[in-house]
């Protein structure tokens, strides 16, 4: 991808209750597209990955995401929420005749108790 | 097997001073990327090895910085004359080619405190 955009920076949730974290793509090709996580005081940690295999992809932890091209999307998405989920999301992208993948600016995910 | 290293993992130094920060990338891993990310902001992308080489280095926020890879692995982050708004978390990653095919794997941070 080219440019990657994150519509919100800040979603919070009750635990228990799904998530939806936003990622919107711009790309002239087929693009690969990640999703990291990065708890407090850590590294970026990858959740996923999509590389044209399958459009619904499934990561570690219980998240998925579904490649959208039609809406040039690729939402994160986990249907029950939990504390441990509280961190920073990143979408990234990239494509085969870029050097390195782009990351968005980041969504800060809370949990309620 | 053994992930993205990053040492120090914290420093603190007084303004004015040179700091080096080292990563040691995944065995195997030939592009390499620095970035900075400033207390509760986003991924600041800085420079990118393929090999020895930085086809990369439109990041680099002024001459005070420098980046060198040696041997294909290991490589060094280099701050002179340090002020207080470099004071930031530096972060290393590591892929498998230089490509935005490639997920990049990111070592646990540089927590950089100049005083």
């Known amino acids: 991808a080219q440019s990657v955009t994150q519509l919100d920076s800040h979603v919070s949730v009750s635990e228990g209750t799904p998530v939806l974290l936003r990622c919107n793509y711009s790309s002239s090709y087929s693009p690969s597209l990640f999703w990291y996580v990065q708890h407090p005081n850590k590294g970026l940690q990858l959740l996923l990955k999509?590389?044209?295999?399958?459009?619904l992809v499934k990561g570690i932890n219980g998240f998925e995401a579904e490649f959208k091209k039609s809406e040039t999307s690729f939402h994160l998405t986990k249907p029950s929420a939990h504390m441990s989920d509280a961190a920073e999301y990143f979408c990234?992208?990239?494509?085969?005749?870029?050097?390195?993948?782009?990351f968005g600016s980041g969504t800060r995910l809370s949990i309620r108790p | 097997g053994a992930g993205v290293s990053q040492s120090p993992s914290n420093k603190v130094t007084e303004k004015g001073k040179d700091v080096e920060l080292r990563c040691d990338p995944i065995?195997?891993?030939?592009?390499l990327y620095w970035y900075r990310q400033s207390l509760g902001q986003g991924l600041e992308f800085l420079i990118y090895?393929?090999?020895?080489?930085?086809?990369?280095k439109s990041g680099l926020p002024s001459d005070r910085f420098s980046a060198e890879r040696t041997g294909g692995s290991v490589s060094t982050l280099t701050i002179q004359r340090t002020q207080q708004e470099d004071s930031a978390v530096y972060l290393c990653?590591?892929?498998?080619?230089?490509?935005?095919?490639?997920?990049?794997?990111f070592g646990p941070g540089t927590r950089l405190t100049v005083t």
């Open positions: 990653a590591s892929s498998l080619r230089a490509a935005g095919l490639y997920e990049q794997y």
């Open positions: 990234a992208g990239g494509g085969s005749s870029a050097s390195k993948i782009i």
């Open positions: 999509y590389t044209s295999a399958a459009t």
């Open positions: 090895f393929q090999g020895n080489s930085a086809p990369d």
């Open positions: 065995s195997g891993h030939t592009a």
